[in-house]
Structures are given as C-alpha cells and as structure tokens.
Nanobody, 122 residues
C-alpha cells in the first residue's frame, strides 16, 4: 500500500507562484508513474500532468503547459508541482496520484492523496 500526502496549498494572489509536494510512504514509489490532478466542486477531476518513473519524461494537459512543472525526487519518495503565474481559475483541490506501469496516462491511478486546497485571489 502507498500513502500519499500533499502539502503546500494555501491562499495566494493572482500572478504568484506555489509549489506543492506529495510525500509517499508505505513503500517506495520509485517504480510508479506519478500524476497531479485538480478538482473544483461540482466538476470532474482534471488531469494536469504525469511524470515517468525516472523523472526524465513528463506529459502535461493543455491547462498546465507553460505554467506548471512536475518533478520528482525518488530518493525522498516525493513528487512536486511547481505552479507559476497562478490565476483565479486555478483555484481547486489538488491531488497527487500513483499508478504502476510506464505509460504517462490520464487514468488508472491506484493511489491518491487526500488533496490540498489552492485558492488564488484576483
């Protein structure tokens, strides 16, 4: 079993930057593809991007391209989401997730964190 815990959320102003972390425990996630998602109440959870096992390959949704960067530290068993030029429409609960395999997919994630709230004020 893998437990994922996101931290780093909070209230920021439009244009600010924020880095979210996702710490894994229970076992190493060094063999898992890791992903970031977000969800606004009343809407479907949105895929933001994923990173390969080694960290040398990433895939981003259009909404994340250019402003969000995903990275991982397999020694620390931690995933990161660096967000810049934040907009009010980025306000959401942000989740990290892990899945077995090598493909950077938008679905099929087996383990999820509890989420961290990011609120961007205008």
């Amino acid at each position: 079993q893998v437990q994922l815990v996101e931290t780093g959320g909070g209230l920021v102003q439009a244009g600010d930057s924020l880095r979210l972390s996702c710490a894994a425990s229970g076992r190493t996630v060094g063999s898992d593809v890791l992903g970031w998602f977000r969800q606004v109440p009343g809407k479907e959870r949105e895929f933001l991007g994923a990173i390969s096992v080694s960290g040398d390959s990433t895939r981003y949704a259009d909404s994340a391209k250019g402003r969000f960067t995903i990275s991982r530290d397999n020694v620390k068993n931690t995933l990161y989401l660096q967000m810049s030029s934040l907009k009010p429409e980025d306000t959401a609960v942000y989740y990290c997730a892990a899945r077995r395999g090598r493909l950077l997919l938008e679905s099929g994630y087996e383990y999820w964190g509890q989420g961290t709230q990011v609120t961007v004020s205008a």
